[in-house]
């Protein structure tokens, strides 16, 4: 999982072993080292987009079980999956969750020229 955060903007970037983590009810999860102390992020699928601290230095980013899924059930794809979370006196943040698809072109040209 490749996090890249700018500005207002958050992009996660998921392998295809990874989202299959994920939709198997796996959390993904990620970890920073760095001199003030570590910085831990996970991603889970729930209810609704939501962000949350639930201990000091651990963020925890939910995404929409049901729409994710949809979402993803059309793969491969090129677009994300957008969440956009507001935050009180600032531009909402937008999280943007894409699959790295070079795996399942790779497994299409492949079947595409074997048969």
């Not at 890249?4 to 990620?30: F, H, K």
């Not at 970890?31 to 987009?49: D, F, M, N, Q, R």
């Not at 939910?62 to 059309?74: K, N, Q, Y």
């Not at 909402?92 to 595409?112: G, I, T």
Request: net charge neutral; charged share 30%.
């Amino acid at each position: 999982m490749k996090l890249q955060l700018e500005g207002q903007s958050a992009r996660v970037r998921l392998a295809e072993a990874e989202l299959d983590r994920l939709l198997a009810g796996d959390a993904l999860r990620g970890l920073v080292k760095t001199p003030l102390g570590a910085w831990a992020w996970s991603l889970v699928l729930g209810g609704e987009a939501s962000l949350a601290c639930p201990v000091p230095g651990e963020w925890r980013l939910t995404a929409p079980e049901a729409d994710f899924r949809a979402f993803t059930s059309e793969r491969p794809r090129r677009d994300g999956f957008t969440l956009e979370l507001a935050v009180p006196d600032s531009a909402p943040l937008q999280v943007r969750l894409e699959v790295d698809v070079r795996d399942s072109r790779r497994r299409q040209v492949a079947s595409a020229g074997s048969g």
